[in-house]
């Protein structure tokens, strides 16, 4: 199975910003589409960004204008910039990324999550 590490995650104050990685741990075939969810206390996991091998975005409409997620293909590393951030954004971030190991064998893995807390 492949391993996603995350970093980045921590305290900020509204307003401020954030930039999470994360890094697929073992050799890849290809990725198809990573991205980022998040699960906030008392609430449903929900996407926040995906972006495909063709650098294609989507975005939640709760982000849209200012979160932006990117890839670099050669690390098989997908970022989150996360600027103005607000109290709402606060909950733990998941990574996600799907595709192949092998010619034959597909993968869907998920980060462990990291923290983000956006208060004064």
């Known amino acids: 199975q492949v391993q996603l590490v995350e970093s980045g995650g921590g305290l900020v104050q509204p307003g401020g910003s954030l930039t999470l990685s994360c890094a697929a741990s073992r050799n890849i075939y290809v990725i198809y589409t990573m991205g980022w969810y998040r699960q906030a206390p008392g609430k449903q996991r929900e996407l926040v960004a995906t972006i495909t091998s063709g650098a294609t975005t989507n975005y939640a409409d709760s982000v849209k204008g200012r979160f932006t997620i990117s890839r670099d293909n050669d690390k098989n590393t997908v970022y989150l910039q996360m600027n103005s951030l607000k109290p709402e954004d606060t909950a733990v971030y998941y990574c996600?990324?799907?595709?192949?190991?092998?010619?034959?064998?597909?993968?869907?893995?998920w980060g462990q999550g990291t923290q983000v807390t956006v208060s004064s």
């Open positions: 996600n990324a799907e595709g192949k190991t092998s010619r034959y064998t597909r993968f869907n893995s």
